[in-house]
């Protein structure tokens, strides 16, 4: 079947819960199962876009091309990869993987072909040249990327592909939100209506500005690359695609509903629980995130997957705490046993002397705690002299009891960087305030969300670590049982709200841009 359009294209994606595509424009004489598809510097960037597991790689035979800063093991990540046919029919890949060629540096797409029944012929090095024009599309659907090819000899649509935003994090890729996925859901409308918000969504060119603005962007991933291969030239010529901007781009569409928010003033406390058509109210502490992600048709999650548009959203008050992700412990006591017999061994009696048992309270790296004297360390990277080690079964996150030489837990650089690599890709950080709410109802309090928010592109788990090392991200679990027996496992890496947010932020972002939703 021959793709015709976008439409086309869409409902084929659409059929396996894809809602939006990145998209490149593959190199006339690259981008093939031999040469890998380029796809960009680093993991900090492809790397988040797509759900992985990061492994160790082997170790690079290249001994004349290593430009890279020492100190980083080599590592890759693997896809949960298939590719879709014409048909609508899935047909997995399971080599599939991205590789990190930190010594370029670059990462490329690979392994694609290798053991698929029905792999994209336009991939293959000595078929490439008849296919003409060669697109590629990628989706992602729960653990799923899901890929397809599209060409000039077998679709109109390769051949005059619309012009496409890029991509904030990886700019090589254009970035299709599918047809109407944009406009407000008539759920989103009842939710807005229902805290005096009416949403008049808007589409609109982007300006000749951020054509130039991301035009340079382009330039300088060309300018500065000392690409393997011809990755240079595939940057230039993926550029083309991305002359002229008619669809809004994912931060513009964000930032369009946040500035709705914004102007609808006060909203009360509400929570959008799954299963429910409408949100319900919400009286406790956590309702300003709750009320946030409502009002944006987002219901509450505890998966790896970002909340809107790509981005995960945070939301936040001055001077308060902002939970960053929650893994638990996979080594040590706590990672070896049960939640109950952690509790059993390293609970402590609550304060307020009703029967609960915690485990709770600050751990800043190199920093004895307070209350327990248990201290966080990074392990497998030296702070001196930033380097990490060779193998990444070395690196790790320990919490340890110097008087009784007990390893209490433990995250392995495995378990750190498949929590944060996919959630965090880019992130956008709200700041609220919150009144009292009038009458006697179940909302318990209202909310309001400020005009400036930061958004912030572009992490990886180094990053991660290295704030980890300097106190900035800590660990403030929050485990309890209660004396009826209720269990609540609350292992809680955060960040704290200070003046200097953004100076917070840059340790963990490449960049951190103060933006104005109004």
């Not at 500065?224 to 931060?251: C, I, M, Q, W």
């Not at 914004?262 to 309702?287: A, C, D, I, N």
């Not at 750190?416 to 709200?430: E, G, I, P, Q, T």
């Amino acid at each position: 079947m021959k793709i015709e359009d976008l439409q086309q294209l869409e409902s084929l994606f659409a059929a396996h819960a894809v809602s939006q595509l990145y998209i490149k424009k593959l190199a006339p004489k690259q981008d093939n199962e031999k040469n890998q598809i380029y796809l960009g510097k680093g993991l900090d960037g492809i790397g988040n876009l797509f759900p992985s597991e990061v492994i160790e790689r082997s170790a690079s035979e290249s001994t004349g091309k290593r430009k890279s800063s020492p100190g980083k093991p080599k590592v890759e990540a693997k896809l949960d990869f298939f590719w879709l046919d014409d048909e609508g029919a899935l047909h997995s890949a399971p080599h599939t993987k991205i590789i990190d060629y930190f010594q370029f540096p670059e990462i490329r797409l690979s392994g694609f072909l290798r053991d698929c029944d029905c792999a994209p012929d336009a991939l293959r090095r000595d078929k490439q040249q008849k296919y003409g024009q060669r697109i590629l599309a990628l989706g992602v659907s729960g653990r799923r990327t899901i890929g397809m090819v599209i060409t000039e000899l077998d679709d109109p649509l390769a051949v005059d592909f619309p012009a496409l935003p890029a991509s904030e994090v990886c700019p090589i890729l254009g970035v299709l939100i599918f047809r109407g996925s944009h406009l407000e859901s008539e759920r989103q409308r009842e939710i807005r209506l229902q805290t005096n918000l009416d949403l008049k969504p808007k589409r609109k060119p982007r300006p000749k500005s951020a054509i130039k603005q991301q035009r340079a962007l382009f330039d300088s991933d060309v300018s500065d690359g000392k690409a393997h291969g011809d990755s240079k030239r595939e940057l230039t010529v993926a550029t083309d695609l991305f002359d002229d901007f008619s669809y809004l781009s994912p931060k513009e569409l964000l930032l369009q509903e946040l500035g709705d928010i914004h102007r609808g003033g006060w909203h009360p406390s509400v929570r959008l629980k799954k299963g429910f058509t409408e949100p319900q109210p919400f009286k406790h502490p956590q309702g300003g995130g709750y009320t946030l992600e409502a009002l944006l048709g987002i219901p509450p999650n505890a998966d790896k997957a970002p909340d809107k548009y790509g981005y995960e959203i945070k939301s936040f008050t001055k001077s308060g705490k902002i939970s960053l992700m929650t893994p638990t412990a996979d080594s040590g006591y706590e990672g070896e046993h049960d939640f109950r017999g952690f509790m059993a061994r390293y609970g402590l009696p609550g304060k307020a002397g009703d029967g609960r048992v915690v485990f709770s309270g600050v751990y800043r790296c190199n920093k004895p705690n307070k209350k327990t004297g248990y201290v966080l360390r990074v392990m497998g990277y030296d702070a001196d002299k930033d380097e990490f080690s060779e193998s990444t079964e070395k690196i790790k996150v320990v919490i340890q009891d110097d008087q009784k030489s007990e390893l209490i837990s433990s995250w392995s650089f495995k378990k750190l960087a498949d929590n944060w690599n996919r959630k965090h890709a880019s992130a956008c950080y709200v700041q609220r305030e919150r009144r009292k709410h009038a009458g006697e109802t179940d909302h318990g309090n209202d909310y309001r969300y400020f005009d400036e928010v930061f958004i912030c592109e572009g992490t990886d788990i180094w990053r991660l670590l290295r704030a980890i090392s300097k106190g900035v991200v800590y660990y403030d679990p929050g485990h309890e049982i209660y004396a009826h027996g209720e269990v609540k496992q609350r292992p809680q890496w955060r960040i704290s709200v200070t003046k200097k947010l953004d100076e917070t932020l840059s340790h963990l972002y490449r960049e951190i841009n103060l933006t104005t939703v109004s």
